[in-house]
């Protein structure tokens, strides 16, 4: 079969490998003499490598196709098999799917490369980059499966190594429960992926489970089944990727090292929830609603998250709650059924936030850990290569045209306008102008003005080639991305919007220049106005505020975490300590109880029989053989 | 006829399981259990006319051996019991009691 | 027919020889009776053709083994009071008889179930030292090895078993 090829399967293989290897290496020495870190690098290095290698190919020979036919499988083996249920361990690269595939490998090659540098002097190298090779290999089981079940295996796993590398520093309690906090609310969405996966199998799941055979049946869904899977699977986007109400573990999630936010919380993971929705944009596209109330969701999350990072001090903080926002711009584009512009922002999101990331790494390794904005500042003479690659991040988060973070927001909140989500697109444009502003606030705090800790200030340079160098390629990406899919505006033609269209159902409505125009305008005049009152209020150096009434509030998220415990957790434990002191001992015990009882009444009854004498045994068994005979005799007749 | 060898050794075979459950002297149940082994040999011998074949007799030398290296244990073991409680009585041990 | 009455002959000798066995108190009575059952087996043996079993069952297990009982019994130097009271053990027998009647009918049925033939003396060709010996060391030379390692391992058995010295504790 020429859509059939065989190193499909390789791409997630070859990180897979490294991490058993690498976790081999570090278990067997890590009680004796350390191996140089050296190797360990080059192991870790390599897989992922192979692997963007890989999707190069599979890239080109998917371009090498005609373009209603472009897909290939891998079957590599029948996991199981149950009734109607078919599960093979099947993968399927598609344009969608080849894209992500492209830039998962990439930037987690480039913060492979980059963890080399930061993480160098770790006690825990070697389980740093088994990890972190696990993690890539998930991902790419995830991005690559193809049906609904494969994708839940890398997406569990990508769960998993995400508590395993929030909670990497585990000497630190306040570490470990953010790893916890991670994985028990992705656990939730979980359970609804679990739940959608279960009804869409119910529903049309008969005709085969893999993305191909379901596209064909979408239409045979009722529409109120149709719902309900889609929000179902939408709880379990929510869970990976943050949104309302399950958002509260990503801002935690930076306990873990910085590379590690950069790559699963920034450029791959979160993303996963998005691609979800992408991915199943066959059924989505057959229920409106469902794709409103995403977008919705999504949008809302958008602002709260901004309102947020307006007013955190911690670095890393500010870059997760952008993200959050920023994913809330990827699920408002998927839920107006502009498939292609979310995924496009999720492509471009992972050149800038990794970038983004990946330099207040630099920062925080120069400032020897040290996260808090208001402790920064002049570091622009001290690290030029950091300062001049974060500054085009941040320009592309803030969305300045031409930068890459301009095209892809841009084209969400045109999509929102033209299908008549008009005040999707208020906020969006509104959260626009307030992404402006907390990046500047973020850069001018850092970079600009004078030193408000001098000591640190002193000790502080670029990092070393192998953490910068990354950091260039990536400023390059975040500039140059977006031209990859310019609007027909700026005289371009949509290139990746025509190479996803066959993997996803967009819906394109026709509408004049005109708005267009004014979609364009309102997104730079948002920015201008960010940035011009980030300036006025952080560019000349600003003294460290009192935290106060409303913007107290905010530092403080709404205090959503603390409602969070006081509704769900605290009646949560108050459930499970009556449970333990009354209902266990009570009513589940007291079966094992009886039990036991009965067992010991039972044993002292036939311990009669037991009297001791191997002599008396062999008369129990030749009694038995007798009773055996006499009834054999019986039926031998 | 062959069916008259074989109820003999069924009886034999028989008297070898009373010898065993119903006596208490060591070495009576030893000689017992040589009895049921010689009653399995008759069979051997006896099914082995039947089908004009020899692996009986092959086997039933197999038994032999078998029996000789029970019989050499089985009397290092009746001496050790000798040697520690000066009786041959099967009773004296009951050590599984519950 | 000189075949059946030595038949009949020498199962009435060995059923009356294994049924002292059981009955004897002292163990040289029972051990006298059991090697008067095992001679003759040996004779129904060479009735069934078997002339290498013939001579081994006498050699082997009416010499050798029996000689070693028999050594056993006296080297214990038994007395009287080291034999079990065994006053009941008729009752036990009896009860034991009554046990194992259906196991006896049983077994007995299945043989009668089986096609005989009459068990005439085979001539030339069967049972002998050489036509035993070639089916011996060809088909089934791995378990007459396995055999040997099997009387080796119960040799270095019974020595370590036997031959301890007073237990230490």
Redesign the interface.
């Known amino acids: 079969m020429e859509h059939s090829v065989s190193y499909l399967g390789l791409i997630p293989l070859f990180p897979l490998i490294g991490a058993v290897v690498l976790g081999v290496m570090h278990i067997d020495t890590c009680t004796r003499r350390k191996l140089p870190e050296k190797l360990y690098g080059v192991l870790a290095c390599i897989g992922p490598v192979i692997s963007f290698i890989y999707a190069l190919v599979v890239f080109f020979q998917l371009k090498s196709m005609p373009a209603d036919s472009r897909f290939l499988i891998h079957d590599a083996f029948t996991w199981f098999s149950v009734g109607d249920l078919h599960i093979t361990m099947g993968f399927l690269a598609d344009p969608l799917s080849s894209l992500m595939l492209l830039f998962v490998t990439f930037i987690g090659s480039l913060i492979h490369i980059y963890s080399v540098g930061y993480m160098a002097g770790d006690e825990n190298f070697g389980k740093f980059f088994s990890y972190m090779n696990l993690f890539l290999g998930s991902m790419l089981i995830l991005v690559l499966g193809s049906g609904p079940v494969v994708m839940f295996v890398g997406w569990e796993g990508v769960g998993l190594c995400s508590y395993l590398l929030i909670s990497f520093y585990s000497k630190d309690t306040d570490n470990v429960l953010a790893g916890n906090k991670a994985f028990i609310v992705n656990r939730i969405g979980d359970l609804g992926f679990v739940l959608g996966m279960a009804f869409l199998f119910w529903a049309i799941g008969s005709g085969g489970f893999d993305y191909l055979s379901l596209r064909e049946n979408a239409h045979q869904l009722a529409p109120g089944i149709g719902l309900t899977i889609c929000l179902l699977l939408f709880v379990g986007a929510c869970g990976k990727s943050a949104q309302i109400p399950l958002f509260v573990w990503l801002p935690d999630a930076m306990a873990g090292p910085t590379p590690v936010s950069a790559l699963i919380h920034a450029a791959t993971m979160v993303t996963a929830g998005v691609y979800m929705v992408a991915r199943f944009s066959f059924i989505y596209a057959e229920v409106p609603l469902a794709g409103s109330i995403v977008a919705w969701t999504g949008i809302l999350t958008a602002l709260l998250a901004a309102i947020f990072a307006m007013f955190q001090r911690d670095i890393k903080k500010i870059l997760a709650y952008s993200t959050v926002s920023q994913l809330g711009y990827m699920f408002a584009g998927v839920g107006v059924a502009a498939y292609s512009a979310g995924i496009f922002h999720v492509f471009t999101h992972a050149f800038f936030k990794a970038l983004l990331f990946l330099g207040a790494g630099a920062v925080i390794y120069a400032l020897h850990h040290e996260q808090d904005i208001w402790k920064m500042g002049g570091l622009k003479e001290k690290m030029p290569k950091t300062y001049w690659t974060m500054l085009i991040g941040a320009l592309a988060l803030a969305g300045c045209p031409p930068f890459a973070g301009f095209f892809s927001k841009d084209e969400i909140l045109f999509s929102a306008l033209a299908t008549g989500h008009t005040g999707i697109w208020i906020i969006g444009v509104t959260v626009a102008g307030m992404t402006a502003y907390y990046s500047f606030r973020m850069i001018f705090l850092v970079f600009h003005g004078t030193p408000r800790n001098k000591e640190s200030f002193n000790h502080a340079e670029d990092a070393p080639g192998v953490m910068t160098i990354p950091l260039i390629i990536l400023a390059v990406g975040a500039l140059f991305a977006g031209f990859l899919n310019l609007p027909a505006l700026f005289g371009g033609n949509l290139n990746v919007s025509h190479w996803l269209a066959p993997s996803l159902a967009d819906h394109h409505p026709h509408v004049g220049i005109s708005v267009e125009l004014l979609a364009v305008a309102a997104s730079v005049i948002a920015f201008a106005i960010g940035i011009t009152v980030s300036y006025r209020k952080f560019g000349q150096g600003a003294d460290e505020p009192e935290y106060s009434g409303f913007t107290e509030f905010c530092y403080n998220k709404f205090y959503i975490d603390e409602l969070y415990h006081a509704v769900l957790v605290r009646p949560y434990k108050a459930v499970g300590s009556v449970i333990w002191k009354f209902f266990e001992p009570n009513v589940t015990d007291i079966h094992v109880k009886i039990a036991t009882w009965l067992y010991q009444k039972a044993g002292t009854a036939f311990k009669v029989f037991q009297v001791g004498y191997v002599r008396v045994y062999a008369i129990y068994m030749v009694i038995g053989l007798s009773i055996m005979s006499l009834l054999l005799s019986q039926s031998l007749n | 006829m062959i069916q008259d060898y074989l109820i003999l050794s069924i009886i034999l075979f028989c008297i070898g399981i009373l010898g065993v459950v119903s006596r208490r002297n060591v070495l009576i149940i030893f000689m017992s259990i040589e009895l049921m082994l010689n009653a399995a040999n008759l069979a051997f011998i006896a099914f082995s006319r039947l089908h004009l074949s020899m692996d009986g007799h092959v086997l039933a030398m197999m038994v032999m051996a078998v029996a000789a290296a029970e019989a050499a244990l089985a009397l290092a073991v009746v001496i050790l019991l000798h040697k520690h409680k000066g009786k041959l009585d099967s009773n004296v041990f009951s050590l599984l009691k519950g | 027919m000189f075949a059946d009455w030595l038949?009949t002959g020498f199962?009435i000798l060995?059923?009356l020889g294994?049924?002292g066995?059981?009955i004897f108190?002292h163990?040289m009575n029972?051990?006298m009776s059991?090697v008067i059952?095992?001679i003759s087996?040996a004779g129904?043996?060479a009735l069934?053709?078997?002339k290498?079993?013939f001579v081994?069952?006498l050699i082997?297990?009416a010499g050798?083994?029996m000689s070693?009982?028999l050594f056993?019994?006296m080297?214990?130097n038994?007395q009287n009071d080291?034999?079990?009271n065994?006053k009941d053990?008729f009752l036990?027998?009896i009860?034991?008889?009554v046990?194992?009647?259906?196991?006896?009918?049983?077994?007995?049925?299945?043989?009668?179930s089986?096609p005989?033939?009459?068990?005439t003396i085979?001539g030339n060709g069967?049972?002998g030292v050489k036509?035993?010996g070639l089916?011996?060391f060809k088909?089934?030379l791995l378990?007459?090895e396995i055999?040997s390692i099997?009387?080796l391992?119960?040799?270095i058995?019974?020595?370590v078993?036997?031959g301890?010295r007073r237990?230490s504790k």
């Open positions: 038949f199962s060995s059923v294994a049924i066995l059981v108190r163990p029972g051990a059991l059952t095992l087996l129904l043996y069934l053709s078997a290498l079993i081994i069952q082997v297990y050798a083994i070693l009982i056993i019994i080297f214990l038994v080291d034999l079990p065994e053990r036990y027998l009860g034991g008889g046990v194992l009647a259906p196991v006896f009918f049983f077994l007995k049925k299945i043989v009668q089986i005989g033939t009459e068990a085979v069967f049972g036509e035993v089916v011996l088909d089934w378990p007459f055999v099997l009387l391992v119960a040799l058995g019974a020595v078993i036997a301890k237990m």
